[in-house]
């Protein structure tokens, strides 16, 4: 079995966990609201977004959180877990699945799931 391994953005806003299944990354301060909640979450939404290896980003609906690892991942450099990647930048995390070019981009100002 495969550790999460867990690092934060430079600015400390931004809190993500990768393993070569999933990977999640959790904001606290946006500029931005996220989709409305699905009525079947009954946890916290719009806090973060995933993607899990093979599939689409989503939001999260969870009760647990990103944060805890405090190594920070500084800008231009990237973690890779299978198909999975993620790349800090000035303009924020990104993660994306090597195998179907899906992903998302969180920070401060926006989001994008592509």
């Known amino acids: 079995m495969f550790a999460f391994t867990g690092f934060i953005s430079p600015t400390g806003n931004v ?11 959790d904001i606290i301060d946006h500029d931005w609201s996220p989709p409305r909640r699905p009525a ?7 806090q973060g977004i995933e993607i899990v ?4 980003a989503e939001f ?3 009760g647990d959180t990103a944060f805890g ?3 920070v991942l500084p800008y ?3 973690i890779t877990a299978g198909p999975l990647r993620c790349e800090s930048a000035d303009e924020g995390i990104t993660c994306r699945d090597a195998g179907t070019g899906h992903g998302f981009t969180i ?3 926006a989001y994008r799931l592509f």
């Open 69 to 71: 690892p405090d190594e």
């Open 53 to 56: 290896a093979g599939q689409a």
């Open 107 to 109: 920070a401060l100002k």
């Open 15 to 25: 809190a993500c966990m990768i393993d070569v299944d999933l990977a999640r990354c």
């Open 40 to 46: 079947d979450c009954e946890f916290d939404y719009g």
């Open 76 to 78: 231009g450099d990237a």
């Open 60 to 62: 999260v609906c969870a």
